[in-house]
């Protein structure tokens, strides 16, 4: 604010402030007038020099006469400076009591503010410090406003100390500018300040929030071991240079939305509640972490331009969207990771890192937020992605969403990934008809499909589902969100798929069981006679991979065979073979004939059940499952029943033999 008219100095185009009394500025009044002045001045007194010009030695008349011999360093009321003009200014260790306002100041040469206390608002908004400037150890009780304030040389503010609000917002440091150890207990405002030069928050404390949301800093920037207590936001700021946030705590969340990180970028040992990367770009960083963070890093629509790889430890991580212009390597632990729609131009690794991460000096990286989470990682969701360029090693899939992946046949599964399994324990069908589900690895789509068809209740967020029922999807109340069989169908086609191609039969065998039994639900895609012949085969073996079920339904065909010998095949005795014919009178060739009589079963049905008939019974029983004739005299009704027999026992004995080769084939 300009002095008001008539209030200025009278010398020439000066608009300074008139000192009391005087019709001029204190740079322009005349000697007389200003020592009377300045002999008026006592410790605490208030001071008004608006737009006056200070000279080295005038400034430091009047510090001299504000001078408190008991604090042993000036000691000023309220100070105005606004507009001031300064060449060398030495305020080191002065006390204001009241406000201070240097606003639209102008510091011509060095200035120095070292361990001055503000215990009123101070306010340099506006202010122009044309070469180095220092604050270091001072101390702002108050609001301290930086606002627009120009930096042209390097400017320090190591062990400086803010307890109120602290705004630099569009501030403009032009060289180095030093926040060492720096306590920021009030709001601290950043928003669109910019460094030209390096900036050092080195062991820095911000107690309160504080706000980085487009600042721009154009050379190194580091943030290491410093500590952010509440919410911190870097939303929209540019790193141009190295940015390093080594060992830096964040107690609450950090929010880095839309950051451009144009140099390398370093996070070892960083500590986070939750971070919000989103829309971020990292254009050199080759190494993201290894970082903890309490709760959850969301990388949702980052972009990650060159090699890179991630070593995060964390509740969840969220790549939604999420770009890999290279190739990318993701150690995780302990964490959720949201896949969808991320985009994979080349191919990328997620594995569960087993053991603790090593920072880059090889220390551990310890997870003191992180105690009592759960172990292993867990993809929650791979829809939307090709996965034709993702590898994923022993990663936990239970309620992965494969639903909208793209190339699901080539994707890599190393290690030991996990799948849901069926209910376990024993069910009733009508609460009469007990049960079991065989087990076998599921993809969590058909449980969902199940879980629907059954009519369970959507699981309250938080609880853990049991294991003896389907577990909800989220989409449980929506039978048009929720997949249907011949959707399930494919994915288990497509996976299978990339599961033959890892050498992995077994896990293969469970996914053709689970594409058999979509079919044989799939009422839109699958014919009446296909499902009626689906049925048969799961009866029978369990699509050729239950051995028990082929086994079991193996002998009660051969017991059934065994009774209907017993009872009905096995004639009373083998006829004996009769030879007849004729001799001529005069000699010459004798015919003979040979026959026996048709088998026949007289005996009373009581005594047909003997041992030696169960004897016979069982041999041609076996020979019937090797698909062999057993040469024994049959009747009629054995005719008939071996032919059966030695049509439907051995297809079971090799579904048996089938089943046995898909669980053991590697």
């Not at 199940?450 to 853990?464: S, T």
């Amino acid at each position: 604010m300009s002095p008001a008219p008539g209030s200025t100095c009278s010398s020439g185009d000066c608009s300074g402030v008139r000192i009391p009394d005087q019709a001029y500025c204190l740079m322009h009044v005349a000697e007389e007038g200003r020592a009377a002045y300045f002999a008026g001045l006592t410790p605490g007194s208030s001071i008004d020099h608006r737009y006056t010009p200070f000279p080295d030695y005038l400034l430091d008349r009047l510090l001299q006469s504000l001078y408190d011999p008991e604090a042993s360093c000036a000691r000023i009321g309220e100070a105005d400076f606004r507009g001031a003009e300064f060449n060398e200014a030495n305020f080191d260790r002065a006390i204001f009591s009241g406000t201070v306002r240097l606003s639209g100041a102008k510091f011509y040469e060095r200035a120095s503010f070292t361990e001055v206390q503000f215990l009123g608002d101070a306010w340099f908004d506006g202010a122009h410090f044309h070469k180095v400037v220092g604050f270091a150890e001072a101390q702002f009780s108050r609001q301290a406003g930086f606002s627009k304030a120009r930096f042209d040389a390097r400017a320090t503010y190591d062990q400086v100390q803010f307890a109120g609000v602290s705004a630099f917002d569009d501030a403009q440091f032009a060289d180095a500018a030093r926040f060492y150890g720096a306590k920021f207990d009030g709001q601290t405002m950043f928003i669109g300040a910019r460094f030209s030069g390096s900036a050092g928050y080195t062991a820095a404390q911000f107690s309160s929030y504080t706000e980085f949301g487009g600042a721009e800093f154009a050379g190194d920037v580091g943030f290491n071991s410093a500590i952010f207590h509440t919410q911190v936001g870097f939303a929209r700021a540019q790193f141009s240079g190295p940015a390093h946030f080594v060992m830096a705590k964040f107690s609450s969340d950090a929010n880095f939305s839309a950051a451009i990180f144009s140099g390398e970028t370093k996070f070892d040992g960083t500590q986070f509640s939750s971070a919000n990367f989103g829309g971020a770009l990292f254009a050199l960083t080759s190494r993201f972490g290894p970082m903890e963070c309490a709760k959850e890093i969301d990388l949702s629509g980052a972009v990650f331009e060159v090699p890179v790889s991630l070593e995060i430890a964390a509740l969840a991580v969220r790549f939604e969207r999420t770009r890999w212009e290279s190739t990318a390597t993701l150690r995780l632990r302990h964490a959720t990771v949201n896949l969808s729609h991320a985009v994979l131009t080349n191919p990328v690794a997620v594995t569960a890192h087993p053991t603790l991460f090593r920072g880059a000096g090889g220390t551990e990286v310890g997870e003191n937020l992180l105690q009592g989470a759960p172990s292993g990682v867990r993809v929650s969701s791979v829809r939307g992605v090709d996965a034709a360029h993702l590898v994923l090693t022993d990663i936990d899939l239970v309620d992965c969403l494969f639903a909208g992946a793209f190339h699901l046949d080539q994707l890599r599964l190393e290690g030991r990934c996990t799948f849901a399994s069926t209910p376990t324990g024993l069910h009733r069908r009508y609460l009469i008809c007990p049960y079991r589900w065989s087990s076998r690895r599921t993809l969590a789509e058909e449980h969902h499909w199940r879980a629907q068809l059954a009519g369970q209740p959507a699981l309250p967020d938080g609880l853990h589902p049991s294991p003896r029922v389907w577990r909800t999807g989220p989409n449980h109340t929506s039978r048009d969100l929720t997949p249907d069989p011949e959707d399930v169908a494919t994915l288990y086609r497509q996976l299978r798929k990339a599961f033959e191609d890892g050498k992995n039969e077994p896990g293969a065998a469970d996914f053709y069981y689970g594409e058999m039994e979509m079919r044989r639900h799939d009422r839109v895609d699958t014919t009446t006679g296909e499902r009626f012949l689906l049925r048969g085969y799961w009866l029978l073996s369990g699509y050729g991979l239950r051995a028990s079920r082929a086994i079991g339904w193996l002998l009660a065909a051969m017991a059934v065979t065994i009774v209907l010998m017993v009872g009905l095949g096995l004639p009373d005795s083998s006829p004996e073979q009769v030879a007849t014919g004729t001799v001529p009178a005069g000699g010459g060739q004798v015919t003979l004939v040979v026959d026996k009589d048709d088998p026949r079963l007289t005996l009373p049905v009581a005594d047909r059940f003997t041992g030696e008939r169960f004897d016979k019974a069982v041999q041609v029983v076996l020979n019937s499952v090797v698909f062999r004739t057993s040469g024994q005299d049959l009747t009629t009704w054995g005719t008939y029943t071996e032919m059966i027999s030695r049509f439907l026992e051995p297809i079971l004995l090799a579904l048996a033999a089938l089943a046995i080769r898909g669980r053991i084939k590697r």
